[in-house]
């Protein structure tokens, strides 16, 4: 098993440019999560999906947009990207909607916006 | 919504010595309370978590113990070693109507010297 993939690894955008950031997971999770990684303030929740045709907005969602495209896969996209939105950003998944199970996470993207 | 608190920011110890990181949160709620270790440029992984119906729980060299009342948690480290350098985070969660969001510390930087 692969767990919990994204792609790219790495992405530098112009400002106002638009990118999806694409996660995947094959563990047959309910539950998928968007969070972003900036120094000294921690995991930030952007978007989640609790099950497959549910999405909902997190902490910081503002200038973000998601696809729960199927079970497996969860996009995340920036349709005007700003410098402000330079971060680490990591998708997660866990078993059970609703419930507070062990979430797992990606392996990131750092992405730069200039 | 959750609000959770995490000190120290950074913490240096020396090799063989215990190391404790403290974390409050507000929401009373909250039932759930994992501990992540996040190695430089790797994506954060679950270490040992507890519910709120322990008080604590421990796994080899780790623990971590729960005050409801209080509303804070702990993790200890005894007999640090080098490998266990690292940014930890703690989270709060809960399931129900929060669909098992997890809201995160800011993290800490621990840093064991040989």
């Known amino acids: 098993n692969a767990g919990v993939t994204q792609t790219p690894k790495f992405q530098v955008l112009k400002t106002g440019q638009s990118m999806t950031l694409q996660c995947a997971q094959d563990?047959?999770?309910?539950?998928m999560y968007w969070y972003r990684q900036d120094p000294g303030m921690g995991l930030r929740l952007i978007y989640y999906s609790a099950s497959e045709g549910t999405t909902d907005k997190g902490e910081v969602p503002n200038g973000y947009n998601v696809s729960r495209l199927n079970k497996r896969e969860f996009s995340l996209r920036l349709e005007s990207a700003a410098p402000s939105q330079t971060s680490v950003y990591f998708c997660?998944?866990?078993?059970?909607?609703?419930?507070?199970?062990?979430?797992?996470f990606g392996p990131g993207t750092r992405l730069t916006v200039l | 919504g959750e609000n959770v608190e995490q000190h120290p920011s950074t913490l240096s110890v020396q090799e063989g010595d215990s190391a404790v990181i403290k974390c409050t949160y507000s929401?009373?709620?909250?039932?759930?309370f994992p501990w992540y270790k996040q190695e430089l440029g790797k994506r954060p992984q679950l270490i040992i978590d507890?519910?709120?119906?322990?008080g604590e729980k421990k796994d080899q060299r780790i623990a971590v113990t729960l005050n409801k009342t209080a509303k804070h948690f702990s993790l200890h480290i005894t007999e640090t070693q080098p490998e266990d350098s690292a940014v930890y985070f703690c989270a709060a969660g809960a399931g129900g109507t929060s669909y098992g969001k997890l809201t995160f510390g800011q993290g800490t930087i621990l840093t064991v010297h040989p």
């Open positions: 929401d009373s709620a909250s039932n759930y």
């Open positions: 563990m047959n999770h309910n539950s």
């Open positions: 997660a998944s866990s078993e059970r909607a609703g419930h507070t199970d062990t979430q797992y």
């Open positions: 507890i519910r709120s119906n322990v």
